[in-house]
């Protein structure tokens, strides 16, 4: 009998329950209700799609009354059907978190004809107070959000209904609720322990509880499963982080559910989609020219990328002009607005996105700060093939915990940190996910910008950050962390006076000075010994690109006071050097706590290598850049340095920028005749290695020295 009763049971459950919803418009919030419902194999009767929405502004005011109506028309036709369940909910801001057969078999156990949801706070009128039956425990007020009941007591309900469509719902309810004799003719009672519906969702209530199917979320007060998870107005946000879990979006086991859902491939389309990118250049930001470099290689094709670029730094005005000019064909189109507009930052986002809003054939608006470095060359094709409405790839500072989103929102509005936060930006946790606040990069469909974000002056409207702006949608917002795409750089402490100021970069954006300055080859001295000893304990290794030699060259000769290789020498400790160069020292740049810095870092681990068990503590007095050409100084006489060991990069090329050159070490009768651009010597400072420096007989020959720990 035991299993003939589940069996019934079952067959019961699954065929005898209804779940009317009223919606009006597919929204986010519908799509994601239908999702969970579809999960559940729950049988759905949506009314009223379509249809105009005359009920109100619910949530903030009364109204509703236009849900009871089309409930009471549904009802007609099921009246008579004894053991039909229905359960009537909302649908917007509403998630499935069990099945069909859980909410029978509790609706069973509460042993009533009808149930209602309850919750702490009495609404819309609250002079009824005193007529609410008391509770011992438990919710004692009334929400219309949910109901469930018997067709027949159901339908009694909603048959006396009557009002206009703006009229409150939950008062009509309330009403019906409250009047001894109908609470008894129709069974009616609260859902007082939200062990069905939990409605009026409040944070500080609910938990999600892992499994290993699904998510769930536990009311710790009562310590009950609800089936059914109502945000409202207030909690939207909230519902929309547990929406990230419940029931299947993801777990500890099976990570991300619903990632796959309704993705786009771009390989079997046609073409590709058009997209206008609108770059924003906000504030001074290091290496731009990086950013522009990336742009430009995005794996995307470049007849189908509209750019518009606003510039509000005259700084910038110089690397703009360069990218321009190298790319202005490239792309579709170009359009850049520059800092003579003197647009504010809202105006020009809104700019950009009028743009594509106002040109049917922009497919979507891609936005994008210039201090996000995208790493990722796929990153366009990958958000779009995600296929959001609005969706922005996660992208943090190095190391830390600063990213492009904000998990939650607090009361007041501002950013606050969601309980997953870290896990998201550590990438612990891997899916797409539903957010309240994202800036810096995103991207959003132009069907959305034309139909749903129609608002013009987006960014002006808004009190707060720019960036803030998007939230205040019912638009859903997505970040995804699914792939590795780039990275926040810092604009902090970007000090502009200098020439190639990038170079002082060292401290702020260790990350991108490294990509940018340092060889590519240079962390093979290290796995594959990529290195060489041309003369005995002088060993030559790559460490510098070729950016970092030029630019340091510029610097140089933008500062332009080369000593003239003279012996008195007012910078020097004495005031007199034997064996003078033709030099700028990096302090006359300001660069020596830099260049020290680069000494420790990429410098000091060399030491360490091929002069084994030396500690450097990467300590020099003297660093300098030298100038050897024949009008000034062409060579140097044979010498020691006053070092432990000294560094000697070479900052241009032979046979390009100047002949002869090249330096020769006594002792061994060995010299090295070709220098290498960004190769750098690393030998004993004294007594065994005196050295010359070969004479330039052509051109100019740049090299940077530091006599290291003397
Ligand atoms: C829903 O129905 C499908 C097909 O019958 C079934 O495979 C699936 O397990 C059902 N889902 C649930 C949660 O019962
Ligand atoms: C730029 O705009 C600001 C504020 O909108 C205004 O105060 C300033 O005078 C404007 N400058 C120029 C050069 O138009
Ligand atoms: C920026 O660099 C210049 C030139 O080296 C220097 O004079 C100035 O003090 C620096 N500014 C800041 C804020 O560090
Ligand atoms: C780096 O090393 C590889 C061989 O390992 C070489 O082919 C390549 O040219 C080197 N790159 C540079 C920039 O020197
Ligand atoms: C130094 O080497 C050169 C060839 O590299 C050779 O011609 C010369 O004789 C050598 N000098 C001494 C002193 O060994
Ligand atoms: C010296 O360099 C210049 C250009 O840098 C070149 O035109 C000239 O041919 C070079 N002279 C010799 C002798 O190599």
Redesign the pocket.
């Known amino acids: 009998t035991y299993i003939f009763w589940l069996n019934g049971f079952f067959s019961w459950a699954i065929d005898k329950l209804l779940v009317l919803t009223v919606a009006t418009q597919e929204t986010d919030g519908f799509l994601r209700f239908m999702q969970s419902a579809n ?3 729950y049988t759905i009767k949506v009314l009223g799609m379509g249809e105009e929405w005359r009920g109100g502004d619910v949530g903030r005011s009364i109204g509703g009354g236009q849900k009871v109506r089309l409930l009471k028309q549904a009802m007609e036709g099921l009246a008579d059907q004894e053991d039909l369940v229905v359960l009537s909910v909302d649908s917007y801001d509403l998630i499935f978190a069990g ?1 069909p057969d859980e909410i029978l078999r509790k609706f069973q156990e509460a042993n009533h004809k009808v149930l209602f949801s309850a919750e702490g706070l009495i609404w819309p009128d609250k002079r009824l107070q005193d007529k609410y039956p008391a509770v011992r425990s438990g919710k004692r007020f009334l929400n219309s959000g949910g109901v469930i009941g018997y067709a027949p007591f159901v339908n009694q309900i909603v048959e006396q209904w009557n009002l206009h469509d703006n009229d409150d719902d939950q008062l009509f309810y309330t009403k019906i609720y409250l009047d001894p004799q109908q609470r008894v003719k129709v069974w009616v009672r609260l859902d007082l322990e939200v062990n069905v519906l939990q409605l009026s969702l409040a944070a500080d209530e609910v938990l999600l509880k892992f499994g290993t199917e699904r998510v769930r979320v536990r009311n710790t007060v009562f310590d009950t499963l609800p089936v059914v998870i109502h945000g409202n107005a207030n909690t939207k946000i909230y519902l929309n982080y547990l929406g990230n879990y419940i029931p299947n979006a993801w777990n500890y086991e099976r990570g991300c559910g619903v990632c796959n859902h309704n993705m786009v491939d771009l390989s079997q389309l046609k073409e590709y989609p058009t997209v206008l990118v609108g770059v924003f250049i906000q504030q001074p930001t290091p290496f731009l020219s990086e950013f522009f470099h990336r742009l430009v290689t995005l794996d995307y094709p470049k007849d189908k990328l509209k750019i518009f670029v606003h510039n509000n730094e005259v700084y910038h005005e110089r690397h703009m002009q360069r990218f321009w000019e190298e790319s202005k064909d490239i792309f579709n189109s170009f359009k850049v607005v520059g800092p003579e507009e003197n647009l504010s930052q809202g105006e020009a986002r809104n700019m950009g996105m009028e743009l594509c809003r106002q040109d049917p054939g922009c497919d979507h608006y891609f936005s994008i700060d210039a201090d996000v470095m995208l790493t990722n060359k796929q990153t366009l094709k990958i958000l779009i093939e995600q296929n959001r409405k609005i969706i922005a790839p996660l992208v943090s500072r190095h190391g830390k915990l600063w990213s492009n989103f904000w998990g939650a929102l607090s009361l007041d509005g501002y950013y606050a940190r969601s309980e997953d936060y870290i896990d998201i930006v550590q990438s612990k946790r891997v899916g797409v996910w539903n957010i309240p606040y994202m800036a810096h990069v995103y991207l959003i469909k132009g069907e959305v910008l034309r139909n749903e974000l129609t608002e013009r002056n987006h960014f002006v409207l808004e009190k707060l950050d720019p960036d803030m702006a998007l939230s205040r949608h019912g638009i859903f917002m997505y970040i995804t962390n699914r792939h590795e795409f780039g990275r926040l750089i810092s604009t902090a402490n970007f000090n502009t006076s200098h020439y190639n100021s990038d170079l002082w970069q060292i401290f702020e954006n260790p990350v991108d000075w490294k990509e940018k300055y340092i060889h590519p080859n240079y962390t093979q001295i290290f796995t594959e010994n990529y290195l060489e000893q041309p003369c005995p304990d002088v060993f030559w290794f790559p460490v510098f690109s070729e950016r970092a030699c030029d630019e340091l060259v510029e610097e140089m000769e933008h500062f332009g006071s080369w000593s003239g290789g003279q012996h008195e020498d007012k910078r020097i400790a004495g005031g007199y050097e034997t064996v003078p160069t033709d030099d700028i020292h990096m302090k006359q740049i300001g660069y020596e706590k830099e260049w020290l810095h680069f000494i420790r870092e990429f410098i000091s681990p060399v030491t360490l290598k091929v002069f084994s068990g030396y500690y450097t503590k990467g300590y020099a007095v003297m660093n300098f850049v030298v100038k050897y050409t024949p009008g000034r100084q062409s060579y140097l006489r044979p010498h020691h340095d006053s070092s432990t060991f000294t560094i000697n990069v070479a900052l241009n090329s032979k046979g390009i920028d100047f002949q002869g050159g090249g330096c020769r070490f006594h002792r061994y009768n060995c010299s090295i005749e070709s220098p290498r651009k960004g190769w750098s010597f690393m030998h004993p400072g004294r007594l065994t290695h005196l050295h010359e420096g070969l004479p330039t007989t052509n051109g100019t020959r740049y090299i940077a020295v530091s006599f290291i720990d003397p």
């Open positions: 999960y559940f194999n099945g």
